[in-house]
T-cell receptor
């Protein structure tokens, strides 16, 4: 089974640029989650979708961040404009419906904003 | 307001011995607890879980114990192997089946040969 696929694995860009992170969840999974990991705050949930519909975006830091899930096999997290404090590792995860079903994570995108 | 806490940032054990990783929580509405392992430059990998109605779950070398009265769970790895060296995250889900995970800060385990 293919796991969660994220692209790019690394992104280095200058402050003010638009950044788009991409995620392909595991086929058949109906939940998709976006996380950010930093040394200071650990793993933070940014937003999650159920059946392509955003359910909880309370973790999105500010209006510069947006996420979409146009279909069951693709999601994007966009930062516009990017700032140095957005530098972090961003993970995408997916899971099936069902009590105790675990989330399965991609290998992340390491984002550096100069 | 940290609902899931891993108070030990790091742990070092000798190969072949037992590793015990601890986790405390505050929210009585958590219905499942999960452990994830994370290697550098990789995403967290699911290891083992336990329902809040159970007190023990075992899978090979990994056993998770849940003490609801103390709001405490632990992961036992026996015997520990050098390949187990990683960051271990405790996580919990709130009942209601959203699948939203609340993570602890992680414990770095080093298993010495």
């Amino acid at each position: 089974d293919a796991g969660v696929i994220q692209s790019p694995r690394h992104e280095v860009t200058e402050m003010g640029q638009e950044v788009t992170l991409r995620c392909k969840p595991i086929s058949g999974h109906d939940y998709l989650f976006w996380y950010r990991q930093t040394m200071m705050r650990g793993l933070e949930l940014l937003i999650y979708f159920n059946n392509n519909v955003p359910i909880d975006d309370s973790g999105m830091p500010e209006d510069r961040f947006s996420a979409k899930m146009p279909n069951a096999s693709f999601s994007t997290l966009k930062i516009q404009p990017s700032e140095p404090r957005d530098s972090a590792v961003y993970f995408c995860a997916s899971r099936r419906t069902g009590g105790g079903q675990p989330q399965h994570f991609g290998d992340g995108t390491r984002l550096s904003i100069l | 307001d940290q609902q899931v806490k891993q108070n030990s940032p790091s742990l070092s054990v000798q190969e072949g011995r037992i590793s015990i990783l601890n986790c405390d929580y505050t929210n009585s509405m958590f219905d499942y607890f999960l452990w994830y392992k994370k290697y550098p430059a990789e995403g967290p990998t699911f290891l083992i879980s336990i329902s809040s109605i159970k007190d023990k779950n075992e899978d090979g070398r990994f056993t998770v114990f849940l003490n609801k009265s103390a709001k405490h769970l632990s992961l036992h790895i026996v015997p520990s192997q050098p390949g187990d060296s990683a960051v271990y995250f405790c996580a919990a889900t709130v009942s209601g089946n959203t699948g939203k995970l609340i993570f602890g800060q992680g414990t770095t385990l080093q298993v010495k040969p």
